[in-house]
């Protein structure tokens, strides 16, 4: 499989996980030091944190399932890849009440380890209006 072939993959793994809400498998897709910053702005730093972080969330505020699409893939080495994804969350509210979906772009970047492409920057920016 080829370069974009293997991060439409990361990408779709990571959506599948967070629409599971298996936060064990959403993080495995980030290096152990990687850094997240949500779309609040607030820096995530490590696998580890990341983990907790989304796992104290689930009752409290992560609802809905996300939809992810790759808009462009950049190659800044051979085994570090820039990664700008569109992402669209509908929650339970939104479905069939009219309501307007949160939207966003996560700008991410891959490197190549020895067990697969990982993450180990995404930072998301939510849309302004959604």
Not at 9 to 31: C, H, I, K, T
Not at 82 to 106: F, I, T
Request: aromatic residues 6%.
């Amino acid at each position: 499989m080829d370069v974009e072939g293997t991060i439409q993959s990361v990408v779709e793994g990571l959506a599948e996980a967070w629409n599971r809400q298996d936060w064990p498998s959403f993080s495995r897709w980030f290096a152990q030091d990687a850094d997240y910053v949500t779309g609040a702005g607030v820096r995530w730093a490590g696998r580890d944190q990341i983990l907790q972080e989304l796992s104290a969330r689930v009752e409290a505020s992560i609802q809905g399932q996300v939809s992810l699409a790759v808009d462009s893939v950049k190659l800044a080495q051979p085994d570090v890849a820039v990664v700008l994804c569109s992402w669209e969350m509908s929650s339970p509210e939104s479905v069939g009440a009219g309501h307007d979906a949160r939207a966003g772009v996560l700008t991410m970047v891959l490197r190549q380890e020895a067990d697969g492409w990982r993450i180990i920057t995404l930072h998301n920016t939510d849309r302004a209006g959604h």
